[in-house]
């Protein structure tokens, strides 16, 4: 059975603050995913990684994948507080084709 | 906007009966995929189709079923609901067969057992 985990799962942070959230899981793929949800809202899709030692940068987000250690980055450069949100990331495979595995969510507050 | 449409964005309904929850892919996405969002369980993969055909089954209960139709909207049955299926249900789409089959999400239907 393929499992995501993600920690931290709560991370409250300071405006300013650089911080990483980890995703590990445990089969091999090549394609990650990160998402990211406001409270009662859709998933916004924010990196597809598809291959090990991909990184993508957008904005004060940057993702890393790398499919050896089956580890996987979401590095947030100096946070603002329009970052707050649940970040999850998601794998393909264990739920049959396509279907993605997501891991549990970060809860990511930042305070002014 | 994703270009995913889920209706109805909410619903609510007593145990013991039945609901449909329809999905409208992004245009020229073939592949839609239904996903579940509780506290308890997290998100979890429901099913999949792809142009119109059942390709992949994740954690989907047997009183559920789907099916996607010949204009490739989708459609989730819901049926002897519990407490337990209150839920946010999310339906996804992608192109699939690109290099990248990164799957945009609906904005969700809240289901309410009561």
């Known amino acids: 059975e393929l499992k995501v985990e993600q920690n931290p799962l709560f991370l409250s942070m300071q405006e300013g603050k650089n911080y990483t959230i980890y995703c590990n899981y445990s089969t091999t793929s090549d394609r990650l995913y990160w998402y990211r949800q406001d409270p009662g809202k859709s998933l916004e899709s924010l990196f597809v990684?598809?291959?090990?030692?991909a990184v993508k940068q957008e904005g004060r987000l940057m993702a890393s994948l790398d499919t050896k250690a089956r580890l996987s980055t979401l590095h947030i450069t100096a946070a603002v507080h329009d970052l707050s949100a649940t970040y999850f990331c998601?794998?393909?495979?264990?739920?049959?084709?396509?279907?993605?595995?997501f891991g549990k969510g970060t809860h990511l507050i930042i305070q002014p | 906007d994703s270009g995913v449409t889920q209706t109805p964005k909410h619903l609510i309904t007593a145990t013991g009966q039945r609901v449909t929850l329809r999905c409208s892919p992004r245009?020229?996405?073939?592949?839609v995929y239904w996903y579940q969002q509780s506290l308890d369980q997290g998100l979890q993969f429901l099913i999949q189709?792809?142009?119109?055909?059942?390709?992949a089954k994740g954690n989907i209960l047997e009183r559920f079923s789907a099916q996607q139709f010949p204009d490739l909207h989708s459609e989730l049955n819901l049926s002897s609901l519990e407490l337990g299926d209150s839920a946010l249900y999310f339906c996804a789409s992608s192109a699939m067969g690109a290099m990248n089959t990164e799957a945009f999400f609906g904005q969700g239907t809240r289901l309410t057992v009561v």
């Open positions: 245009s020229g996405d073939l592949s």
């Open positions: 998601a794998v393909e495979g264990g739920g049959g084709a396509d279907g993605l595995t």
């Open positions: 990684l598809l291959s090990n030692g």
């Open positions: 189709y792809y142009n119109g055909e059942e390709r």
